[in-house]
């Protein structure tokens, strides 16, 4: 297993080439605590490509994610293949010893997850589920604030996370083979938000907590059978309730409002945070005050950040970062199974899982 020695420069390798890893690799040239040393695609000529983008020699661009994994320099892999692929190359990068940090959704089901975190903690590897925006202050401020009472006693969460693109059924966005729809790209954002918020407003030692109802509706493209768009109705105990919705074929206004009994709070870029870093604001509502309260949170890029996090787990001996640790995966897998059912969205994935 590797075991970094300075963590300060957690030796990063970056598996797959395909969007979100540039983005991550742009990220980590932010971050205080991590540097890419090596990257793995199926293709060496991609590898080669990606690692002259990003600053690496030749020698650290592997034709191979075997290869990636094998090469003792990397002390942590993100995991960026599409989504059906991450379960494999989780447990195939603990078994080779490394960190993980697994794009989301971390697997296509719940059974999935629970292989993924089984075989971190066998391997006694950290594994962690890329929500980046579980990482940046705002949104430690945002349950902190609920947790502290300021909204009162929180009743509703209101969350989207949508965009609108058009159909291709090659695409990964509408291929039900690759995963497709809104649920499982992006829907899970707002569900975790969701979970978040909950398990904050509860004030236990908590940091999520999981729906004891859940109602969901959506729509199902006629062709490949991806939802299109999709709702969920939450109820969590203690009498909170959240409306959530999440699409690729319907543009969504993507914000998060957490209504209370003396107030509620309006954030509107909870998801993609600061890629670039700077400042961020959200507005706390007080129940007779006129005038809202504008929060301002500043830090690096989002994607740094969470590198950082990762790093910084390790450095202090951990094998999960409390930002998004694995059994908060798994209960957001579970939920996300009960909404795609409630719809009748059936992955192949979802038939190995149950043979």
């Known amino acids: 297993m590797a075991t970094p020695t300075d963590l300060s420069a957690l030796r990063w390798g970056i ?12 990220g980590l040239a932010a971050s205080t605590a991590g540097r890419l040393v090596a990257v793995g695609s199926r293709s060496a000529e991609k590898a080669a490509r990606f690692a002259a983008e990003h600053g690496l020699a030749p020698a650290a661009a592997h034709g191979s994610y075997e290869a990636l994994l094998a090469d003792p320099a ?24 490394k960190h993980i940090l697994c794009e989301k959704p971390a697997g296509m089901n719940l059974a999935e997850g629970r292989r993924m975190v089984v075989a971190a903690r066998r391997a006694g590897v950290l594994f962690m589920e890329a929500f980046m925006y ?32 058009e159909f291709n059924p090659a695409s990964r966005l509408w291929n039900r083979g690759l995963g497709g729809g809104g649920i499982l790209d992006v829907g899970c954002y707002p569900m975790s938000f969701a979970r978040l918020i909950a398990g904050a407003a509860a004030g236990g030692a908590d940091a999520f ?32 309730v959240a409306q959530i919705a ?30 670039g870093g700077g400042a961020l604001a959200f507005r706390l509502h007080r129940r007779g005050v006129a005038e809202p309260e504008t929060i301002t949170t500043e830090a690096g890029n ?11 787990a390790l450095r202090g001996g951990g094998r999960a970062v409390a930002a998004m640790t694995p059994d908060d995966t798994l209960g957001n897998l579970a939920a996300l199974d009960r909404w795609r059912a409630a719809l009748g969205l059936v992955y192949p994935a979802d038939a190995i899982a149950a043979g």
């Open 15 to 26: 598996l797959s080439t395909g969007r979100i890893a540039g983005i991550f690799a742009r």
């Open 74 to 97: 990397v002390e942590a892999v993100y995991i960026a293949t599409p989504h059906p692929e991450h379960a494999v190359w989780v447990e195939r990068a603990a078994a080779a010893g």
């Open 134 to 165: 579980r990482c940046h202050p705002q949104t430690a401020r945002i349950a902190g604030l609920v947790r502290a009472g300021a909204i009162g006693v929180p009743r509703l969460v209101q969350a989207n996370y949508g965009f609108r693109t």
């Open 209 to 240: 907590a999981e729906p004891v109802g859940l109602v969901g509706q959506g729509y199902l493209h006629p062709e490949t059978g991806v939802d299109e768009f999709a709702t969920a109705g939450l109820s969590f105990a203690g009498g909170l």
């Open 246 to 275: 999440t699409g690729v074929g319907l543009g969504l206004e993507n914000h998060a409002r957490v209504y209370g009994t003396e107030g509620w709070l309006e954030v509107p870029h909870p998801w993609i945070i600061t890629r």
């Open 302 to 312: 989002v994607y740094g950040l969470e590198a950082d996090v990762v790093a910084a």
